[in-house]
C-alpha cells in the first residue's frame, strides 16, 4: 500500500481488493495494540490541533474554493468547533478512558464489577460535503480518542477540501493507523464491502440506507447523521427583530441554507405572518444589501446539480407565485439569493424534499397547536425550533415534538454544546456524537463482572431441592440471612 | 392470531399502536407504573404456570425457571419501578459562554412503536426482560414470542392480554410469514434475541425504514482455566454455569474450555467428579438437566459428536436419548480447530477443551476469532487477570464463574462484533428504548451582535476572543486600540 500517505482514488485502482488490503493493515496495527495507550491518542488529538493551527488559511482557502464559504463560518462553524473538539476531548480524555465502577448484589457477593470501554477496532468515517472540514475531522476525533483505527472517505463534492485531508493530514497523525481514501461512488463502494467494527456515516437518507445495508452484512454498528425538514415555529409572544436575526444567520449564514440543521420552513399564525415576513426581509437587507447575489457573506450553492434542483422547487408552476422576497439566481457563479415564500401548498416537492438551499417557505395555520401538529405529520427532523417567550408553549413543543434535537429561541447552536448528544431520530438517523457522546459512539462498553473463589453458594449447585430453592429465593429477595445460610453452606450435603 | 397474519395484518396492529402512542398514553409515569406491576403480579400469580410452561419446552429444571427466568424477570420489573422517576427525569447539562445565557438539558423521550423478538431458550425471560424495557421508556410494543418454545409463547398470549394494557401491548404469535410480515412494518425500533443469521435479516429489515436495532446475538464464549485456582470452586462453577443453564443452550452459557497442557488433566478429572456429583452416574436419567429442545437441534448436536476426527476426542460423556431428546454432559479434549464443534456456537451440553502450552498465548488466538457474548477467566493472578480483561474483546467477561453478569442490573449486557449491538437491563433497557434528545433553551437577551453579516475581520477577532476565551484582542477592539478601528455593530 506504499507509503499509505494517500490513496488517491480517483480514476482506476481503488477496488475491493485493495480495499481488503487497506483494511487488513490497519487491523495489523489495531492488533499490535497502538492504539490503545493514552499518550497515543493524545499525540493523534494534539497533531490535529496542531494542524487546524498551523493551516487555518490552507483550510479556510479549500472551504472558499468548495463552497465559496464566507471566512467567518469558515472559522465559526468549522475551525473553531473542529478545535474545540480536540481540545475538549484531550481535557476529558483520560476521565473517559477510566473503567466506571457499579454496585453489585447480594447475589454476587462478593464481587465488584464495572464497565470498560474498549474501541471497537478499525472504523469507516463518510463524511459530507457541506462542512467539509468538520464533519471529517469531527468523527475522526471521536474514533481516535476511543483508540480505534479509521479510515476516512471525505466527500468527493468538495474536492479541495478532501484534497486537503489527503495531502495534509498524514503529516500530522500516525499513518499506520489513520487512512485517508478520495473518491466517490466506486471506492466508497468497495470500502463499504469491507468488514468494519463500526461506520460512521454523515449525508443523506438515501444513502445512508446504502450504507446500513452494506453493513448488515456484518453485523456493523452504525452511526447515521442525516437530514430532515427542520421546522421553525414562531409564535407571536416574542422579539421579533431578535427573532428575525437569529433564523436568518441559522439559514443563510450556515452555508446559505446547505446545512442539516438550518431552518428548513417557518410555522407560523396567520395573524402574526406579516410582521414576521417584515422582519426578516429588513434583516435580510441588512446582512446581504440590496443585491445580495453580489455579497461576500453567503456561499454559493456547492454544484450545477444542487443548483437545478433547488431552481426547479420554486419555478413549479405552485410555487413560483409565492415567492415574497428573493428568487434572484446567478448560474454562472452558482449563486442564488435568499429567498422568502409564502403559503407555498403542501404537497409541492418544496414543502416535501429537504431543501438545503437559500429558500425559506413559511407556512401559516390559525393556532401554534395546529404548527405543532404539522410538525408532528412529517418525518422526525434533525432539530426542530421554536421561538417564543410563553413558557406553555415552550413545554408542550418540548413534549410533543420530536426531533433528534431542539433549540429555544435560536437556531443551531446546540451543535457547539459538547455536553449535548448531536444526532437524529427515525429519518434523521441513528446515534449520536459531540463531546464524550464521540468517544461513546466509537466504543463497547464492556462489562466485566470479577469474584475471587471465596462466596461459594452450595445452594446454587445441583441436585436441586425444595430446601436450596427457599435459600435461594431468600437470596433473591434480598435476605441477608439467606445470604448467610448460602455462604454458611446450608444445606449441607 | 396464528393463520391468516399477513402484511395487511401487521400494518393494521402497528397504526393501531402509532395511534393509541400519538394520543400520549404511554407517556405518563403513572401509565408506566400500571403496566409493570401489573406485569410483576403476572410474574407472581402465574409462577407455577410459567414454570410448568418452561418444563413444557424445555424441561427446564423448576430452580432454573425459578432462578434463570422469574426471579429475573421480577427483578427486572421490581428496578425499573424503584429507578423510572430517576430515568425518565431530563438530564441538566453545562453551557458555554458562547450561548449565555442558556440552559440545556438531555429529554429522554420514547421512540414510538417497537418490535421485541424473543428466542426459546429463555423464552419468558428473554421475551419479558426487553418488554420491560420497552415500556418503561413509555413505547407502545408488539412482542413476537419464539415459536420454538410453544408452551410459553401460548401462555405469554394468553395472560399478557390480562395484566397489560392492550391498546398498547401486542403479543404476535408466529413463526417466519408472521415475523417476516411484522419485520415490512415501519417500527422505531427493534429489538432482536437470537441468532446471527436472522440478525442480519433482521437488519436489512430494519435498513428500509432506518430503523435502529438491538441485536442480542451469540457466539463461542470461552472459558480459560489457569493452574492457580481453587479447582474444586471452579468445576462447580463452569459445570452449573453450562449444563446448569438449560443445558448449555445458553447465550452466554461457556462453550469451550482452554486450559494449558499439564493442567488438562487436573481440570477434566475436577469435572468428570463434579458431573457426576450433581447428576448422577447416569445423567440421561437425571432431573437436573433440561432437554434438547426439538430434534432439529438434537441431530445437529448429534452431528456434532459424530464427526470423525471429533468422536475419538470424548473423554466423558456422550449418551444420547434421541426419543426424550436428551444427550448427557459430555466432555472433549484436544478436538481439532477445524471441527465443526470448534467452528460453530455449540448451544448445547458438549464442552470441548483445547489445551496449550501458554495461557496468555490463547487470548491472540480468541481474539481472532468473531468476538463472543462473554468470555471468562478462572485464576488468582491478577496479572493475569489485568491482561486478560485488557486484550481480550467480548460482550461482557466474568473472572472466576460463569453467566452471573447477566444478573448484575447495573452492567450492560450485550454483544459485540458478531455477538450483537446494543445492550439493556436496569437503565440500559431504558436508554435502548429511548432517544435522547437535546435540547438548548435561550431567551432574547444576550444578544452578539458579532456574528450577524455583513462580517467584518474586526467581528471575526471579537468572535475568535470569545471562543478561544483569548480576550486580549476582544478587549483592544472594544476600545478601538489601532489597527481594531471599526464599530462593532455592522
Redo the contacts between chains.
Keep these: 500500500m506504499g507509503s499509505g500517505r494517500e490513496e488517491r482514488g480517483t480514476g482506476a485502482g481503488f477496488d475491493g481488493a485493495m480495499a481488503a488490503e487497506l483494511v487488513a493493515g490497519l487491523r495489523r496495527s489495531f492488533a499490535s495494540g497502538r492504539t490503545r495507550g493514552h499518550e497515543w491518542r493524545a499525540a493523534q488529538l494534539k497533531g490535529i490541533a496542531r494542524m487546524i493551527d498551523e493551516k487555518e488559511s490552507a483550510i479556510m482557502a479549500a472551504l472558499h474554493e468548495d463552497l465559496a464559504k464566507p471566512q467567518m463560518e469558515s472559522y465559526l462553524h468549522e475551525i473553531s468547533l473542529a478545535k474545540a473538539a480536540c481540545t475538549f476531548a484531550l481535557k476529558e480524555m483520560k476521565r473517559w478512558m477510566k473503567p466506571e465502577k457499579v454496585p453489585t448484589s447480594l447475589t454476587t457477593f462478593p464481587s465488584s464489577a464495572e464497565i470498560i470501554s474498549e474501541p471497537l477496532g478499525v472504523v469507516l468515517v463518510i463524511s459530507a460535503w457541506n462542512y467539509p472540514f468538520l464533519l471529517s475531522i469531527e468523527p475522526v476525533i471521536g474514533a481516535l480518542v476511543a483508540g480505534n483505527a479509521v479510515v476516512l472517505k471525505p466527500s468527493e463534492v468538495a474536492p479541495a477540501t478532501s484534497c486537503f485531508f489527503a495531502k495534509v493530514l498524514p503529516e500530522y497523525i500516525d499513518n499506520s493507523c489513520v487512512k485517508i481514501v478520495e473518491g466517490s461512488i466506486p471506492e466508497t463502494t468497495a470500502l463499504l464491502e469491507q468488514k468494519w467494527d463500526k461506520i460512521f456515516y454523515t449525508g443523506n437518507g438515501k444513502v445512508g440506507r446504502i450504507v446500513m445495508a452494506a453493513a448488515a452484512k456484518h453485523l456493523t454498528p452504525v452511526a447515521l447523521e442525516l437530514g430532515g425538514k427542520c421546522p421553525v415555529l414562531v409564535d407571536s409572544s416574542v422579539d421579533v427583530k431578535v427573532a428575525a436575526r437569529r433564523i436568518a444567520v441559522g439559514k443563510w449564514g450556515c452555508n446559505n441554507g446547505q446545512a442539516c440543521i438550518a431552518p428548513d420552513y417557518i410555522l407560523t399564525t396567520k395573524s402574526f405572518a406579516p410582521t414576521l415576513v417584515d422582519a426578516m426581509k429588513r434583516t435580510l437587507e441588512k446582512f446581504y444589501g440590496k443585491d445580495p447575489l453580489e455579497s461576500a457573506d453567503l456561499s454559493r450553492i456547492v454544484n450545477s446539480d444542487h443548483f437545478k434542483r433547488l431552481t426547479g422547487l420554486i419555478d413549479d408552476e405552485n410555487v413560483s407565485g409565492t415567492i415574497v422576497h428573493g428568487g434572484q439566481r446567478d448560474e454562472q457563479h452558482l449563486k442564488i439569493a435568499p429567498t422568502l415564500l409564502l403559503d407555498v401548498p403542501h404537497d409541492s416537492s418544496l414543502m416535501n424534499e429537504e431543501i438545503f438551499g437559500p429558500f425559506l417557505p413559511i407556512v401559516t395555520f390559525d393556532k401554534v397547536e395546529d404548527c405543532i401538529d404539522f410538525i408532528n405529520s412529517k418525518s422526525k427532523p434533525l432539530a426542530a425550533y421554536l421561538f417564543t417567550k410563553d413558557r406553555k408553549i415552550e413545554d408542550q413543543f418540548v413534549k410533543s415534538v420530536s426531533a433528534g434535537g431542539m433549540l429555544i429561541n435560536d437556531v443551531a447552536l446546540h451543535l457547539a454544546n459538547p455536553h449535548l448528544p448531536f444526532g437524529g431520530v427515525g429519518e434523521s438517523g441513528i446515534g449520536a456524537y459531540h463531546g464524550k457522546f464521540s468517544f461513546d459512539v466509537f466504543s463497547h462498553k464492556k462489562a466485566v463482572l470479577s469474584r475471587g473463589f471465596g462466596g461459594e453458594a452450595p445452594a446454587r449447585y445441583p441436585p436441586y431441592t425444595p430446601q436450596k430453592q427457599t435459600i435461594l429465593r431468600g437470596l433473591i429477595n434480598g435476605s441477608i440471612i439467606a445470604l448467610l445460610l448460602a455462604i454458611l453452606g446450608f444445606p449441607r450435603d | 392470531m396464528g393463520k391468516g397474519f399477513d402484511g395487511a395484518r401487521a400494518a393494521e396492529v402497528v397504526a393501531e399502536l402509532r395511534e393509541t402512542f400519538?394520543s400520549?398514553r404511554t407517556?405518563s409515569l403513572r401509565w408506566r407504573a400500571a403496566q409493570l406491576k401489573a406485569l410483576a403480579r403476572m410474574i407472581d400469580e402465574n409462577e407455577a404456570d410459567i414454570a410448568a410452561a418452561l418444563y413444557h419446552d424445555l424441561a427446564k429444571?423448576?430452580?432454573?425457571s425459578?432462578?434463570h427466568e422469574i426471579?429475573l424477570a421480577k427483578?427486572a420489573c421490581l428496578f425499573a419501578l424503584k429507578k423510572l422517576k430517576r430515568w425518565m427525569k431530563p438530564q441538566k447539562?453545562?453551557?458555554?459562554i458562547?450561548?449565555f445565557p442558556?440552559s440545556?438539558k438531555?429529554?429522554p423521550?420514547p421512540?414510538?412503536v417497537v418490535l421485541v423478538i424473543s428466542a426459546w431458550n429463555f423464552p419468558f425471560l428473554l421475551s419479558m426482560d426487553p418488554v420491560i424495557g420497552a415500556i418503561a421508556a413509555g413505547n407502545t410494543v408488539v412482542l413476537k414470542p419464539s415459536e420454538v418454545a410453544t408452551a410459553t409463547s401460548s401462555f405469554i398470549a394468553k395472560n399478557l392480554p390480562h395484566y397489560l394494557d392492550n391498546s398498547c401491548i401486542r403479543v404476535v404469535e408466529g413463526s417466519i410469514p408472521e415475523a417476516s410480515a411484522l419485520l415490512e412494518q415501519k417500527w422505531?425500533k427493534i429489538f432482536y434475541t437470537g441468532s446471527?443469521r436472522v440478525?442480519?435479516i433482521v437488519?436489512?429489515a430494519?435498513?428500509?425504514h432506518?430503523t435502529?436495532l438491538v441485536?442480542e446475538?451469540g457466539g463461542k464464549c470461552p472459558v480459560l482455566v489457569d493452574s492457580n485456582?481453587?479447582i474444586k470452586?471452579?468445576a462447580?462453577r463452569i459445570?452449573?454455569g453450562k449444563w446448569?443453564c438449560n443445558s448449555g443452550q445458553a447465550c452466554i452459557a461457556p462453550d469451550y474450555i482452554i486450559t494449558t497442557k499439564a493442567f488438562a488433566p487436573k481440570l477434566v478429572d475436577a469435572l468428570k467428579i463434579t458431573l457426576e456429583k450433581?447428576?448422577?452416574k447416569d445423567p440421561l436419567g437425571?432431573?437436573?438437566l433440561s432437554r434438547i429442545v426439538n430434534s432439529s437441534h438434537f441431530t445437529r448436536l448429534k452431528n456434532l459428536l459424530d464427526e470423525e476426527k471429533v468422536s475419538g476426542t470424548i473423554v466423558l460423556g456422550g449418551q444420547e436419548d434421541e426419543k426424550h431428546l436428551k444427550i448427557a454432559p459430555t466432555l472433549l479434549l484436544d478436538v481439532p480447530s477445524d471441527a465443526s464443534i470448534m467452528k460453530e456456537e455449540i448451544f448445547g451440553p458438549l464442552m470441548p477443551i483445547i489445551t496449550v502450552d501458554d495461557l496468555e498465548h490463547s487470548f491472540d488466538v480468541i481474539?481472532s476469532k468473531p468476538k463472543p457474548l462473554a468470555a471468562y477467566l478462572f485464576t488468582?493472578d491478577h496479572k493475569l487477570?489485568k491482561k486478560f480483561?485488557?486484550?481480550v474483546?467480548?460482550?461482557?467477561?466474568?473472572?472466576?464463574?460463569a453467566i452471573?453478569?447477566f444478573?448484575?442490573?447495573?452492567?450492560?449486557?450485550g454483544g459485540?462484533?458478531?455477538s450483537?449491538?446494543?445492550?439493556y437491563h436496569g437503565r440500559f433497557s431504558f436508554d435502548a428504548f429511548s432517544?435522547?434528545?437535546?435540547?438548548?433553551?435561550?431567551?432574547?437577551s444576550g444578544?452578539i451582535p458579532m456574528?450577524?453579516?455583513?462580517?467584518t475581520p474586526l467581528?471575526?477577532k471579537v468572535?475568535?476572543g470569545l471562543?478561544?476565551g483569548n480576550v486580549l484582542p476582544l478587549l483592544l477592539a472594544l476600545v478601538g486600540w489601532p489597527g481594531h478601528r471599526k464599530s462593532l455593530v455592522?
Excluded: C, W
Design positions: 400519538r400520549g407517556r429444571p423448576p430452580t432454573e425459578l432462578l426471579s427483578e447539562v453545562p453551557t458555554s458562547t450561548t442558556s440545556a438531555i429529554v423521550e421512540f414510538g422505531d446471527a440478525g442480519r437488519m436489512a430494519a435498513v428500509k432506518l435502529p441485536l446475538l485456582v481453587d470452586v471452579v462447580k459445570v452449573v446448569g450433581f447428576y448422577g437425571s432431573k437436573d481474539n488468582k487477570e480483561v485488557k486484550t474483546s467480548a460482550g461482557g467477561m466474568l473472572i472466576n464463574d452471573l453478569q444478573t448484575n442490573l447495573h452492567l450492560p449486557f459485540v462484533g458478531e450483537g449491538m446494543g445492550s432517544h435522547k434528545k437535546a435540547v438548548l433553551s435561550r431567551g432574547f444578544e456574528r450577524y453579516p455583513p462580517y467581528k471575526q468572535l475568535r471562543i478561544t455592522a
